[in-house]
T-cell receptor, first 112, second 112 residues
Framework: GQQLNQSPQSMFIQEGEDVSMNCTSS?????WLWYKQDPGEGPVLLIA?????ELTSNGRLTAQFGITRKDSFLNISASIPSDVGIYFC????????????FGTGTSLTVIP | ETGVTQTPRHLVMGMTNKKSLKCEQH?????MYWYKQSAKKPLELMFV???????ENNSVPSRFSPECPNSSHLFLHLHTLQPEDSALYLC???????????FGPGTRLTVT
């Protein structure tokens, strides 16, 4: 199946720092989504992107749909302790209907 | 209740047991999904239902049997599972023509 490569795998940062993570694929994607998962819970949708080059913000979070359509980026500004969790990218390729492919996740730890 | 709920939240079962996982969505969506989340692996899509009809079955072993009696409820019937089936099972829902999936909290399954 389709593979989405997320990097970095884990990050340890100081509170107040900015965070950047990305997701790349070998195929073109039509849609990119970013999710956050807290321990013991299901993923929560953060941002959805539908067009190449699109830049969308949700509070301190900003995500971009890469112009090649093979990557996406998520930035978190001025991190706070509650940003701790695992961030997943997910994407949908042409002709796969409702099937989504998920990345392996980026684990974020924020040190107060 | 709001969003997507799943019961039970935790389940321990022997390999000869039969059990069922339940998912209910209160979002008025028409598509529902089962995913398996194992440690250090991407979310694996298992089944997709659109308007109560199964549209995806990602080569899931027959010991997992889904049921979708209506667009609000989704079940996963389990029988003669293996220890490697231990994982977090996540349910999600979405509007029929949307890619934005909303997840439940998951059922943590342990097969002994």
């Amino acid at each position: 199946g389709q593979q989405l490569n997320q990097s970095p795998q884990s990050m340890f940062i100081q509170e107040g720092e900015d965070v950047s993570m990305n997701c790349t694929s070998s195929s073109i994607f039509n849609t990119w989504l970013w999710y956050k998962q807290d321990p013991g819970e299901g993923p929560v949708l953060l941002i959805a992107l539908y067009k190449a080059g699109e830049l969308t913000s949700n509070g301190r979070l900003t995500a971009q749909f890469g112009i090649t359509r093979k990557d996406s980026f998520l930035n978190i500004s001025a991190s706070i302790p509650s940003d701790v969790g695992i961030y997943f990218c997910a994407g949908q390729t042409p002709n796969t209907g409702n099937q989504f492919y998920f990345g392996t996740g980026t684990s974020l730890t924020v040190i107060p | 209740e709001t969003g997507v709920t799943q019961t039970p939240r935790h389940l321990v079962m022997g390999m000869t047991n039969k059990k069922s996982l339940k998912c209910e969505q209160h979002l008025g969506h028409n598509a529902m999904y089962w995913y398996k989340q194992s440690a250090k692996k991407p979310l694996e899509l298992m089944f997709v239902y659109n308007f109560k009809e199964q549209t995806e079955n990602n080569s899931v072993p027959s010991r997992f049997s889904p049921e979708c009696p209506n667009s609000s409820h989704l079940f996963l019937h389990l029988h003669t599972l293996q220890p490697e089936d231990s994982a977090l099972y996540l349910c999600a829902s979405a509007e029929a023509r949307s890619y934005e999936q909303y997840f439940g909290p998951g059922t943590r399954l342990t097969v002994t």
